[in-house]
């Protein structure tokens, strides 16, 4: 178990695949790789296509402002 968890991309795809209810396991799971080793430690395949939006009338800025955020100091959970 502790070597998943130092491999976000195998943890993601473990996720997926190694489980039954695998969108909502693996929406966890990206979201907790994420918290722990960063946006970058996301497969970068992963990321392409994503909006920022949390629903469809927002502007679609969330990765901005949480990147303005943290560079502010603020630690942001995602």
């Known amino acids: ?18 489980t039954l209810d695998n969108d909502t396991v693996a929406a966890i799971v990206r979201a907790a790789v994420g918290a722990l080793h960063g946006r970058a430690s996301l497969p970068r395949r ?3 296509g994503l909006s920022g939006r949390t629903v469809a009338t927002d502007d679609g800025r969330m990765f901005e402002l949480l990147e303005a ?9 995602i």
Do not use: Q, T
């Not at 178990?1 to 190694?18: F, K, L, Q, T, Y």
């Not at 955020?69 to 959970?77: D, I, Q, S, V």
């Open 1 to 18: 178990m502790c070597a998943v968890g130092s491999n976000p991309e195998e943890a993601i795809v473990r996720a997926v695949n190694d």
């Open 46 to 48: 992963s990321m392409d």
């Open 69 to 77: 955020a943290r560079n502010c100091g603020l630690k942001p959970f």
